[in-house]
């Protein structure tokens, strides 16, 4: 079964180069925003679909916490800067959905920041979509009992130590916050142009394979393996109010 996984992932890693050539060739501007709970897999899962992309045209944006001048900035503005130019490939482990996760969970924006965003939200990406970026939004989920067992991983194994974080120390007891604050998000920001996908993040492999798999779905290239685009395990669904309530952790 590892065996087969591996070759599976191989084949998505050359439909992910004949994909780069597409976007680099039509001058595509590709974004993809990951988001999800703490522990849910983001870094991971970037770093397989990079591994055989070009450096030059592939770009991973994790932005830290914001500088005083920054927090005196548009709200948007320093993610701005990062956002693919034509023939690029850009990927958000975490983005401007900040606003209404971790800073809304946290206390760390106002009431009024907070309620202001939705209105923002919806003119900035669909000014996006206006200007020809491509938007794809993954929301990675996991259960409690994983995300308990892989923030535990994190304090005993030494190649993590750079993933602790004060905020990993809350995230359980802030669980049903985080849930409630994720379901508005993917309700009132599920737009046309800008779609919301949730993931069954619980199996990091299959996770991998499942994502970049719909991502490679959602797009055209020229010479897709569609038989092998074809292949479906159900981790990824669209962000539809069924969904949300029957699906997520």
Known sequence: MIKKKKKILHQLFIELVKLQKEVISSNLKLLIILEGRDAAGKDGTIKRIIKHLSPRETIVVALGKPTDIQER????QRYTAHLPV???????NRSWYNRIGVEKVMGFCTNKEYKSFFNEVDLFENGLADAGFIILKYYLDISKEEQQKRLESRK???LKQWKISPIDEVAIKHWKDYSAARDVMLSKTNFKNAPWFVVNADDKTE???ALITHLLSWMKYKKKNEKLIAENCGLVHPATADIISKKLF
């Open 86 to 92: 034509s023939g690029e490939l850009v990927l958000f």
């Open 73 to 76: 900035e548009w709200y948007f």
């Open 207 to 209: 996770t991998h394979i």
């Open 156 to 158: 005993t194994n030494p």
